[in-house]
């Protein structure tokens, strides 16, 4: 599993955007930069849609205020899925990636096997990442919404 003090893995993250798909090399994602990339087991599930994405959308000039460059939501779901999601919930201001196929997941360690509920997703986390490295992590336990809110990734910048 991805530690702090580590260098993400190298993958590829998809993202719709005015109806062209955007495929994003991690490397070149996270290169020089100050990110907050938070992962959920699903767009348009119930606490992802009604406290998760949202609590980053309102937060994100507080974080942009605080020298993060970019804020990323990812999901093991689809870009479509995702821009819809992201449409859905205001969220112009936050990069909705998809991990289509779970790979980038997988190689974070980040994963987890939720059988009849979608089959493999993301656990619930959120990292800050500088410069390609994790500076911070917080991984939720099973089925708790804390340490990953935007009100903590917050109080760490």
């Not at 096997?113 to 990442?129: N, P, V």
């Not at 939720?140 to 919404?145: D, G, L, T, V, Y």
Request: aromatic share 8%; charged share 20%; glycine share 8%.
């Amino acid at each position: 599993m991805i530690q702090e003090n580590m260098k993400m893995p190298t993958g590829e993250l998809q993202q719709l955007m005015n109806g062209e798909m955007i495929c994003h090399n991690t490397d070149e994602l996270f290169a020089n930069k100050k990110v907050v990339l938070f992962a959920v087991p699903g767009a348009f599930t119930p606490t992802c849609s009604a406290a998760h994405l949202p609590g980053y959308v309102v937060s994100a000039d507080e974080l942009s205020a605080k020298g993060v460059d970019a804020i990323i939501c990812l999901s093991v779901n689809d870009a479509f899925v995702m821009n819809a999601w992201g449409e859905a919930q205001n969220a112009e201001n936050i990069m909705m990636l998809a991990d289509g196929d779970g790979s980038y997941t997988k190689a974070l360690g980040l994963g987890m096997e939720t059988a009849g509920f979608g089959g493999f997703r993301s656990q619930r986390y959120a990292m800050i990442i500088e410069n390609g490295t994790v500076t911070s992590l917080h991984v939720e336990k099973p089925k708790e919404f804390e340490v990953s809110k935007a009100e903590n990734i917050l109080e760490l910048l």
